[in-house]
Every structure is written in structure tokens, then in C-alpha cells.
């Protein structure tokens, strides 16, 4: 639960980093909905037929952070 938690509160963050920043919007916006996606999904992967596009979410962001490491 405190997963989704954290996901949650990920996601009210970029939008508001969406609203500081004009010139990234279109980054945290879609930063905001990955995590908002990843917070609405079922912890355990039962019975939700999207748990897989969590996987995916969930590599795009660790891509997304090691780019902004090597940046």
C-alpha cells in the first residue's frame, strides 16, 4: 500500500513541476501519468489485466533516471 502511496504523491509532484516548468511540460505530464498509472495498479498483479503495462512504466522510468544521471 505504501507503494501506491508513493506513486501517488510521484505524481502530484510532476504535475506541479509541470506547472513550474513550461519548457518540460510535456515531460512531467507524462511523467505524472506513469506514476498515476502505476498507483491505481493492484500491488499483488491479481486480477487486473493491465498489470504488464506496470512493467513496462516501470522500465521507462528507471531509463528515464539513468538518462538524467549520464546528462
Partial sequence: ?????????RAALCRELALREPENRAYWIAEAESWSRLSKEDPSGKDNPES???VLAKLRVR???MMLLVA
Fill in 1 to 9: 500500500m505504501a507503494d501506491q502511496l508513493e506513486f501517488s504523491s
Fill in 52 to 54: 504488464g503495462s506496470g
Fill in 63 to 65: 531509463s528515464m533516471r
